[in-house]
């Protein structure tokens, strides 16, 4: 377990080098670190600490904040049902309920296998299709018991494993700003002047 | 299985109204660039730079695009409030989506995030603000995938990045993402996480990071949808937009109602005309209460507003209306419940909530917000104490010292007390714990009572049956 791979560190620079200040990469950094592990590592902490300019404490402090950074390994599937206002009204108190028989597992731990863990949610901004959940920040709406089995059953056998990547993963797709487009971050502290385009005339 | 007219936009309805942020929304691949252009995509952007920026600045200021995200206040003056002189400004779009009930950013980003992008281009040019960071909820990933392709397409194309449609206009969009914590949805508590922080609301004041935000520079944050209406307005004109609705609240917005009523949904609504019983009953909208059953209550702006009852209902989508009456109308969400509705477990809900994201900066809510839930908690299991209703209105009062916002109710011959409260916190968080404990307490009092008479042990059911 361990600190950033070599492709993570190049990563890892182009993101600290979108923002003014380095330390501002913190977080995306982290979701790197646990995207290559599974959970945020003690390594990895000490190694963005070095990246950003930060000691392993500061960025144990900020990341300690975040529901979504996992300090020990969780399982492969990460199951949030949501619990609030919404979802409660219609059944998802039930369905937790339902998901803790099924899996034989209270709310806040791990499958034995290590596939399935399971936790309540605060609201997931998807009130309307409620009972909602999300595996691995992917969405489930209008979710019955029954439909809650079923996907037990596919995350178990594998048949998930293409459309909802390991836990530690969240966006499959990065934003890459290309060298000769990019405007590039300068440090506050270096800049003076106004932007170019507030002189009075129109732009094009 | 979701609702909605159309399956790639899960839970929302069109309807026969004006859309203004909602108008590619049938269109299944309306994130891509190629869509957005064939739908006038990017002409917004285009008339902007044919004008001076402070052109630009003014014609938002003459649409009253009131603020999105919760307190409703008019863009174009939010953007005003930079002091003169200090450089650099930065954009900070606010997509941290969070609030209970809330459901409509996360639609905007997913299904037109290039609208969202040219509304960022717009706000920049207009107010000088040099380097956009987009800040998206950490738990939305196909909203941070839509949006990061989003942006490399627009990197590409040459309509984000330096020189702009060959022009003088250069800046940079960073997405960036969250990683679970609803405080940061507060704007201060958003720069502070930009920072690379724990997302703690910093003391005010200064009240507007406009004046000191991010990096200790003048930093303006706008919510997604705030930002997504600028496109249209630019493209049409004030007048064409303060044509829809009325004149202190023009436009449409967008409106999320949830819960027991019989069509749950997403809607685009003409803002301060649209009455919440045209949203509960009306049959463009959630089409009545479900099983033919009596409204009980309902929260008319996100789990941090003071609740209504049927007494309410005919109160319009108008700050000015509902304020008054006891509540706001923060974010557009409507939660619904009907006469089945457990009271008690309903605002347990809530408060679990606000107590759970609390990030703990300051004690009457740190404190407080977890002394509610227990306390609450204790009542709803039927182990509550003739002394637990008074105790809950002590601790809130902790938090919000004096009256509390309430609704007026005929049947309890109560008055309402206007919105808003004073507060012992920096931010609303903490009041937020308090307002589902206290709007359940006053307007149904007797269900907590009969709770702790008969000391009934409740059984594991939804909340509603």
């Known amino acids: 377990m361990a600190r950033l791979s070599e492709d993570n560190i190049r990563l890892a620079r182009e993101i600290i080098g979108r923002y003014p200040k380095p330390r501002s990469a913190t977080i995306p950094l982290l979701h790197l670190a646990q995207e290559q592990d599974g959970f945020v590592t003690n390594e990895a902490m000490s190694h963005i600490g070095e990246l950003v300019g930060a000691t392993s404490a500061e960025v144990y402090g900020t990341a300690s904040f975040y529901e979504m950074f996992k300090f020990e390994p969780v399982g492969k599937f990460l199951i949030n049902i949501c619990g609030t206002m919404s979802c409660a009204l219609l059944g998802a108190e039930e369905l937790m309920h339902h998901a803790e028989g099924r899996l034989g597992i209270k709310m806040g731990s791990t499958t034995a296998d290590g596939k399935i863990t399971l936790e309540r949610a605060e609201c997931q901004a998807a009130c309307t299709e409620a009972p909602c959940l999300q595996v691995n920040y992917r969405y489930r709406y209008r979710v019955t018991p029954q439909d809650l089995d079923a996907l037990i059953d596919d995350l178990s056998s594998g048949a998930l494993d293409a459309e909802i990547p390991a836990h530690g993963t969240v966006a499959t797709v990065r934003q890459s700003i290309p060298a000769d487009r990019g405007v590039g971050a300068v440090d506050p502290d270096d800049v003076t002047e106004g932007p170019a385009w507030l002189d009075g005339k129109a732009a094009l | ?465």
């Open chain 2, 1 to 465: 299985m979701s609702g909605g007219t159309w399956k790639h936009a899960p839970g929302f309805y069109e309807g026969d109204r004006p859309r203004i942020v909602t108008s590619r929304f049938e269109y299944e691949d309306s994130f891509t660039l190629e869509r957005y252009l064939a739908t006038d995509g990017y002409k917004g952007l285009r008339t902007a730079l044919g004008r001076p920026a402070t052109d630009v600045h003014d014609e938002v200021k003459n649409a009253t695009v009131l603020g999105r995200g919760g307190a409703g206040f008019p863009a174009g003056n939010k953007w005003g409030l930079t002091p003169q002189g200090v450089w650099p400004r930065y954009l900070v779009v606010n997509g941290d989506e969070s609030e209970p009930g809330t459901y409509k950013d996360r639609l905007l980003m997913e299904r037109d995030p290039h609208q969202l992008i040219e509304g960022c281009l717009i706000a920049s040019y207009a107010a000088g603000l040099s380097q956009c960071f987009l800040y998206i909820r950490g738990e939305m990933a196909l909203a941070q995938e839509r949006v990061a392709a989003a942006l490399n397409e627009a990197y590409a194309a040459g309509y984000v990045g330096k020189n702009i449609l060959g022009s003088k206009f250069s800046l940079d969009i960073v997405l960036h993402w969250g990683a679970g914590a609803y405080v940061v949805g507060e704007e201060t508590a958003l720069i502070e996480s930009l920072e690379g922080n724990r997302g703690m609301p910093r003391l005010k004041p200064p009240y507007f990071p406009a004046a000191i935000g991010l990096y200790g520079q003048p930093t303006i944050v706008n919510n997604v949808e705030t930002l997504a209406n600028l496109p249209w307005l630019l493209q049409n004109g004030a007048p064409a937009y303060t044509a829809i609705g009325t004149a202190t609240s023009p436009g449409t917005r967008m409106v999320a109602v949830s819960g027991h009523v019989n069509r749950p949904g997403v809607f685009e609504i003409i803002n301060g005309t649209t009455t919440f019983r045209d949203l509960l009953y009306g049959d463009e909208f959630c089409q009545g209460i479900r099983n033919g059953n009596d409204l009980k209550a309902f929260v008319p702006g996100g789990g941090s507003a003071p609740w209504f009852t049927p007494d309410q209902l005919d109160l319009p989508f108008e700050a000015s209306q509902v304020g008054p009456a006891g509540s706001m109308l923060g974010s557009g969400a409507i939660m619904v419940m009907d006469s089945t509705t457990d009271i008690p477990r309903a605002a347990l809900t809530l408060t679990r909530f606000y107590a759970h994201e609390s990030c703990g900066k300051c004690t009457p809510c740190r404190e407080g917000g977890t002394w509610l839930e227990r306390i609450l908690s204790r009542v709803v299991d039927g182990k509550g104490t003739d002394a637990d209703l008074d105790q809950l209105f002590e601790v809130g009062e902790s938090i919000c010292p004096g009256a509390f916002p309430h609704a007026s109710n005929e049947k309890l011959g109560l008055a309402a007390v206007p919105f808003p409260y004073r507060m012992n916190t920096i931010c609303f968080v903490g009041p937020s714990a308090y307002a589902p404990v206290h709007s359940a307490l006053t307007l149904f009092r007797s269900e907590f009572e009969a709770r702790i008479t008969k000391r009934k042990l409740i059984s594991v059911t939804a909340v509603g049956q």
